[in-house]
C-alpha cells in the first residue's frame, strides 16, 4: 500500500512537468491551452494516500484488539504456565534423579575395570613387569591406556571466572558430584514466590487480597525481614537463632521460635493467646458473614453503616486480638 502511495506521487509529479512542458509549446505556437493531466493524477495520489491511512487504521484497531485479548486471556494464561512449570519440575526431578543414579553406576563400572587391572598388577610383581615391559609400534601399551583423565564418566570441567567476563581457568570435579549437586537443587521444593501472586482478573485474585497471608511463606518472612528489619521485635538482637512471622497487632513482625515457644508453655500466656485467636475469629467469622458490602443484596447501605459503626466500637471498648497478643508480646518483653 505504502509502495502505491510512493508509485501516485512520482505520477502525479511527472503529470504536473508534462502539463508545464505542453503548456508552454502551446503557448510558443500559439495554439489553445491543453487539457490538463495532473488533476487525475493527483486524485490516483489522495486515493491511494486514502487507502494507506485506512489501512494503518485497520493495523491499530486489530493491534488494540490483539492487546485486549492478550489483556482478558493473561490470567488464564498465566495460571496455566504455572501448572506447565510445576510439572516440568516434576518430571525434572524425577530425570535428574535417575540421572544421578544411573552415571553413578556406569562411573563405578569403568572404574572397577582399572582398579581391578591395578590390583592384579599390585598383587602379581610379574604381572606388573610383563605389563610395563610390552609395548604396541614403540608405545608403552598399558600406561598409555591407562590414563586417569581417559575414564569415561569420570571428571567434569567447570569455568571458573574472576567477575562476571576474565575466565580464569577450569576446575576438575567428579562428574556424579556434580550431578548430585544439580540434583540437590533441582529436587528440593521449589520456593516460587511468584506463584502465590494472582494478577487482577484471576478468579482467586479477591479471595486472596482479602484474606490474611500465610505467616510461614518464606517470601513472607523474607518480606518482613526487608520491611520491619531481621531482628528480633522482643530482644531487639540478631543472634542468627531463628525467627518466625508473628501479627503484633496487624504489623507483621520476627520474633526468635525460643521465645514464642517459651510464649507456648506458659499458661497465662497460652490462654492470652487462645483468647485472641477466638476474638479474631468471631470478627472474621462476622466479616465473612456480610454486612461490609453495600453491593450485597442482604444488606442496604444503613445496614452496612451501623455495622461498621460497630465494628469501631467494639475495636475500641474491647480487647481485641492486637491487644490481646500485645499483652503477650509485653510480658515477653519482660523477661
Request: glycine letters at 6%; charged letters at 30%; one cysteine or more.
Amino acid at each position: 500500500m505504502a509502495d502505491q502511495a510512493d508509485a501516485a506521487g512520482k505520477a502525479r509529479a511527472e503529470a504536473a512537468a508534462e502539463d508545464v512542458k505542453r503548456a508552454a509549446a502551446a503557448m510558443r505556437d500559439e495554439k489553445p491551452a491543453p487539457k490538463l493531466t495532473e488533476p487525475k493524477a493527483d486524485e490516483a495520489a489522495r486515493s491511494a494516500l486514502v487507502g494507506l491511512q485506512a489501512a494503518e487504521q485497520l493495523i491499530a484497531e486489530a493491534h488494540t484488539r490483539l492487546v485486549d485479548a492478550v489483556s482478558e486471556s493473561w490470567a488464564g494464561w498465566r495460571r496455566r504456565m504455572v501448572t506447565d512449570a510445576a510439572d516440568a519440575h516434576a518430571a525434572a526431578r524425577e530425570a535428574v534423579s535417575g540421572a544421578v543414579e544411573a552415571v553413578s553406576a556406569a562411573a563405578a563400572r569403568y572404574a572397577g575395570v582399572g582398579h581391578l587391572d591395578a590390583e592384579m598388577r599390585s598383587r602379581f610383581p610379574e604381572v606388573r613387569a610383563a605389563t610395563d615391559a610390552e609395548t604396541r609400534a614403540g608405545l608403552p601399551w598399558y600406561s598409555e591406556t591407562h590414563m586417569p583423565s581417559k575414564r569415561p564418566l569420570g571428571k567434569v570441567l567447570i569455568p571458573v571466572k574472576v567477575g562476571q567476563i576474565n575466565p580464569a581457568g577450569n576446575l576438575p570435579v567428579e562428574l556424579d558430584d556434580a550431578l548430585r549437586m544439580v540434583a540437590e537443587v533441582v529436587t528440593a521444593d521449589a520456593d516460587w514466590p511468584a506463584a502465590e501472586w494472582t494478577p487482577p482478573g484471576d478468579p482467586d485474585h479477591e479471595r486472596l487480597l482479602s484474606e490474611p497471608v500465610d505467616l510461614e511463606a518464606p517470601w513472607v518472612h523474607a518480606a518482613v525481614a526487608r520491611s520491619q528489619g531481621s531482628a528480633c521485635i522482643l530482644c531487639s538482637t540478631h543472634t542468627g537463632e531463628p525467627t518466625k512471622v508473628v501479627d503484633d497487632g496487624g504489623t507483621l513482625v520476627l520474633v526468635h521460635e525460643s521465645r514464642l515457644a517459651k510464649l507456648e508453655r506458659d499458661p497465662k500466656r497460652k490462654r492470652v493467646i487462645e483468647a485472641a485467636e477466638r476474638e479474631e475469629a468471631r470478627r472474621r467469622s462476622r466479616r465473612e458473614q456480610g454486612g461490609l458490602s453495600p453491593t450485597d443484596p442482604r444488606y442496604g447501605q444503613a445496614a452496612h453503616e451501623s455495622f461498621v459503626n460497630q465494628l469501631a466500637e467494639e475495636e475500641q471498648s474491647e480487647s481485641g486480638a492486637a491487644r490481646l497478643y500485645e499483652l503477650g508480646c509485653e510480658t515477653t518483653r519482660q523477661d
